[in-house]
């Protein structure tokens, strides 16, 4: 089993609409949860951030977190072609504070 | 306010040759780590880098080796490169106790 895992899509979407994005890890110990964008050729960019369970606004971006469930999402509201990019979950775990990445979900905004 | 920098940005090397990679971190981050991603793939943990030191380490072998310098700026050396190294290797920055990672633009070294 993957520490991280995600859908590898693409997960296609029409312009203005909700994209949302989802994410699964098994370490039960995990402490911090990131999402990042990386458009293609380029370097992850770190998008959301979230340490505890519930829901955090940012812009047009909800980062979710459910421990109990190990579940971690990413909704980005109004959707713009610009948001097309791979989309990376990543977490830390107990012990230091490496960051174990999933493979990514690539997204799609179509206009 | 410069990011992380990494050099070259590009590099073809030889199966068998040796190769360094060299990383500075944003300014007020004394914590380096280095990544290996390969094509379709997230980005793997190699190690990282704290007070001089290798902190952690990934599930690589020996032939990756780092170093870290007084000022924070870091080293990765691979030796004895194969094919499969072939990879876009990035470094990313942090600051004891700081939320989240900061990536620099990456190395992307191919191996022929």
């Known amino acids: 089993q993957k520490e991280v895992e995600q859908n590898s899509g693409p997960l296609s979407v029409p312009e203005g609409a909700i994209a949302s994005l989802n994410c699964t890890y098994s370490?039960?110990?995990?402490?911090?949860f990131f999402w990042y964008r990386q458009y293609s050729g380029k370097s992850p960019e770190l998008i959301m951030s979230?340490?505890?369970?519930g829901d955090k606004e940012d812009g047009r971006f909800t980062a979710q977190l459910n421990k109990a469930s190990q579940y971690v999402s990413l909704l980005i509201r109004d959707s713009q072609p610009s948001d097309s990019a791979t989309y990376l979950c990543?977490?830390?775990?107990?012990?230091?504070?490496?960051?174990?990445f999933g493979a990514g979900t690539i997204l799609r905004v179509k206009s | 306010d410069a990011g992380v920098t990494q050099s070259p940005t590009h590099l073809i090397k030889t199966r068998g040759q040796q190769v360094t990679l060299r990383c500075s971190p944003k300014?007020?981050?004394?914590?380096v780590s280095w990544y290996q991603q390969a094509l379709g793939q997230g980005p793997q943990f190699i190690f990282q880098?704290?007070?001089?030191?290798?902190?952690q380490r990934g599930n690589f072998p020996d032939r990756f080796s780092g170093h870290q310098f007084p000022n924070y700026s870091s080293e990765l050396n691979v030796n004895a490169l194969l094919l499969g190294d072939s990879a876009l290797y990035l470094c990313?920055?942090?600051?004891?106790?700081?939320?989240?990672?900061?990536f620099g633009s990456g190395t992307r070294l191919t191996v022929v």
């Open positions: 990313a920055s942090s600051y004891t106790g700081g939320e989240g990672y900061t």
């Open positions: 370490d039960r110990v995990s402490q911090s």
């Open positions: 979230i340490y505890s369970n």
């Open positions: 990543a977490v830390t775990g107990e012990y230091g504070n490496k960051l174990v």
């Open positions: 300014s007020g981050h004394d914590t």
């Open positions: 880098y704290y007070e001089e030191e290798e902190r």
